[in-house]
């Protein structure tokens, strides 16, 4: 059976990467996916892709999701006329230097729509949400929310506080909405353009990148079960759980694979 057949996903940044998969593995399963992102480009470039392949329509909306006023009347409208089941916090963006070195632009950007709009989105779509059967949020953090590195202290506290968030709130809701966080370390998505612009960050992590699909297939599945976390890769999470009881051990074994940035 096809669990999402018939269900809305609404999924930010769906121009590209993780987003963009999520869209594709939605619509296989007979959901319609709510594409937003900023590119109208893109997003009519997918919604084709999806309904030559799977006879879905998506809805696109364009929109910058930081610009409250005008995101805000964005979903006004789209949960007035649409009964949203599954709410996919994906977007997100990094910058990776020395935090005395950071650009204090990058930094607001970060925190702006790392934090606050996924706050806000969650804020205006709950009340729909909770209205629904069956009802998810999912929440896209970082493996650098659990064990943070050199050059991303301001990411890895974004991604951290996205932790913390979707474990409060899955108290809170308990009963009536799952909350899933999907713990990631480095997939091969555009989010590389800016956070490492050079490559070098990129090559020196290769053996860790995870594949969009990959990570997609492992949201879709977890949708509309109690599934509290996603971790992803092994590897990377069996260091996380170290690090949190053996912090000074790990950064004194760890410091050359910290320092890659």
């Excluded at 669990?3 to 319609?32: C, D, F, M, N, R």
């Excluded at 009964?83 to 990058?106: K, R």
């Excluded at 996924?118 to 896209?140: E, G, R, S």
């Excluded at 949708?223 to 890769?233: A, L, Q, S, V």
Aim: net charge neutral; hydrophobic share 40%; with cysteine.
């Amino acid at each position: 059976m096809n669990q999402l057949q018939g269900k809305h996903i609404l999924i930010t940044g769906a121009s590209s990467g993780i987003g963009e998969a999520v869209a594709y593995q939605v619509a296989a399963q007979q959901g319609t996916p709510i594409l937003i992102a900023r590119r109208i480009d893109k997003l009519e470039q997918i919604s084709n892709h999806i309904e030559q392949t799977y006879q879905i329509k998506p809805i696109i909306r364009t929109a910058d999701i930081t610009d409250r006023e005008t995101w805000g009347n964005i979903l006004a409208e789209m949960t007035e006329e649409y009964a949203i089941d599954v709410l996919i916090n994906n977007a997100g963006i990094g910058y990776f230097n020395t935090f005395a070195d950071m650009d204090w632009n990058q930094i607001e950007k970060m925190i702006a729509l790392n934090n606050q709009a996924l706050y806000f989105t969650t804020y205006a779509v709950l009340p729909t949400l909770c209205k629904q059967p069956q009802a998810h949020i999912i929440n896209i953090a970082s493996q650098a929310g659990k064990i943070a590195t050199p050059k991303s202290a301001v990411y890895s506290a974004t991604k951290a506080s996205v932790i913390s968030f979707s474990n409060a709130l899955r108290m809170e809701l308990a009963g009536q909405v799952y909350v899933t966080s999907v713990n990631i370390g480095p997939v091969a998505t555009e989010f590389f353009d800016q956070a490492d612009p050079t490559g070098d960050y990129q090559r020196n992590i290769a053996r860790f990148m995870l594949k969009p699909d990959r990570v997609a297939n492992k949201i879709v599945e977890s949708i509309f079960t109690g599934k509290r976390e996603i971790n992803m890769p092994v590897l990377m999470n069996t260091g996380s759980k170290l690090y949190q009881n053996f912090p000074r051990l790990v950064e004194l074994f760890g410091k050359r694979l910290f320092n890659q940035k």
